[in-house]
T-cell receptor, first 112, second 115 residues
Framework: GNSVTQMEGPVTLSEEAFLTINCTYT??????LFWYVQYPGEGLQLLLK???ADDKGSNKGFEATYRKETTSFHLEKGSVQVSDSAVYFC???????????WGAGTKLIIKP | DAMVIQNPRYQVTQFGKPVTLSCSQT?????MYWYQQKSSQAPKLLFH???????NEADTPDNFQSRRPNTSFCFLDIRSPGLGDAAMYLC??????????????FGPGTRLTVL
């Protein structure tokens, strides 16, 4: 079945630093891939998604490219802000398509 | 705005005292989920409703039950909360169109404390 592996945190960066959070997956076929973000004390919200190989999802300055050659969907941002401090989850659908498999989550801490 | 609403945001209960958490949605989505999340770990799916069909995860304790009286509402009942049930409970919804998008929309969560 499908699975996802996400880099462990916490990741601590200074403001304006470059961010990469690694996510790799194994899957049958080419499922959609997602990044969700959870700000402190809140529920999860969709950050970005990509529905097919070579697609780039982007939102709020974050980007991730669906790479089938390396089975990866790494999250990047060129210049992080304190307000980006949150937990980030990589996810992909189970074979059923409407249920999600979640990565372990990466806590991001941005220091001013 | 269309959204997923959870009440209450914070719930304190005593060990063994039944508690009910509620979730409502204005998105008219056909699938509703209940997750348990501890300490910023990945959310753990407890069960979900696909339309009226209830789907329980194999490792969800019998202590957890759910009801979905209509499309908009879903409840999580914890019959006898233990200390290990203290967690954030997240409700989510999605519209399954068979397209494999599986985008889920989450409520803000209910943080349960068990004394």
């Amino acid at each position: 079945g499908n699975s996802v592996t996400q880099m462990e945190g916490p990741v601590t960066l200074s403001e304006e630093a470059f961010l990469t959070i690694n996510c790799t997956y194994t899957a049958t076929g080419y499922p959609s891939l997602f990044w969700y973000v959870q700000y402190p004390g809140e529920g999860l919200q969709l950050l970005l998604k990509a529905t097919k190989a070579d697609d780039k999802g982007s939102n709020k300055g974050f980007e991730a490219t669906y790479r089938k050659e390396t089975t990866s969907f790494h999250l990047e941002k060129g210049s992080v802000q304190v307000s980006d401090s949150a937990v980030y989850f990589c996810a992909l659908p189970m074979d059923s398509n409407y249920q999600l498999i979640w990565g372990a989550g990466t806590k991001l801490i941005i220091k001013p | 705005d269309a959204m997923v609403i959870q009440n209450p945001r914070y719930q304190v209960t005593q060990f063994g005292k039944p508690v009910t958490l509620s979730c409502s949605q204005t998105l008219n989505h056909n699938v509703m989920y209940w997750y348990q999340q501890k300490s910023s770990q990945a959310p753990k799916l407890l069960f979900h409703y696909y339309d009226k069909d209830f789907n329980n995860e194999a490792d969800t304790p019998d202590n957890f039950q759910s009801r979905r009286p209509n499309t908009s509402f879903c409840f999580l009942d914890i019959r006898s909360p233990g200390l290990g049930d203290a967690a954030m409970y997240l409700c989510a919804t999605s519209r399954d169109l068979g397209l494999g998008l599986a985008v889920q929309f989450f409520g803000p969560g209910t943080r349960l404390t068990v004394l």
